[in-house]
């Protein structure tokens, strides 16, 4: 019975850390608290679940870097004054670009560790997001937090 009472409690944490990175939690980056020229932009965007944030503010905006517990890492950026695209070779292999009305999208594999990454670069606003470290498996996870982005404009 004691072995039955561990093998399932064994089974349901194995289960639980395969599925918690589908579960989505609303993430809300706030420029008005930035306190900058950048501030009229408020984002929000789905993300997994166990997440540690680190900002790094810079004159003319701040780089927000969200990262996971797989070492998967989305990145927010909002300001100006900062080479664009966020991720660019020799190190991030561009294998997809495509030109949409709102934004560029790059996408491709980092020549180090093999893993993908995706970036949309916003035209007429100073906002670029972008996923690193993805294994192939977990792409759509990531694809669909950058799908989710909602730009508020004040």
């Known amino acids: 019975m004691i072995r039955l009472i561990i093998s399932i409690f064994l089974f349901s944490k194995i289960i639980f850390a395969q599925t918690h990175s589908t579960e989505f939690v609303t993430y809300k980056w706030l420029g008005k608290n930035a306190n900058a020229n950048f501030g009229i932009y408020d984002l ?3 993300i997994p679940k166990k997440y540690k944030q680190h900002h790094w503010y810079y004159g003319e905006g701040v780089v927000t870097t969200l990262l996971f517990s797989d070492s998967c890492q989305i990145t927010l950026h909002i300001g100006f004054q900062m080479k664009v695209p966020l991720l660019d070779e020799p ?17 491709g594999i980092s020549k180090k560790s093999k893993l993908y990454w995706e970036e ?30 909602n730009i508020i404009e004040h």
Do not use: M, T, W
């Open 91 to 107: 190190e991030f292999i561009v294998e997809e670009k495509c030109e949409l009305d709102e934004f560029r999208i790059r996408k």
């Open 120 to 149: 949309h670069n916003y035209k007429g606003k100073p906002i670029n997001v972008a996923f690193s470290n993805v294994p192939k498996e977990e792409i759509s996870i990531y694809q669909k937090s950058l799908k989710s982005i």
């Open 44 to 46: 929000q965007l789905k």
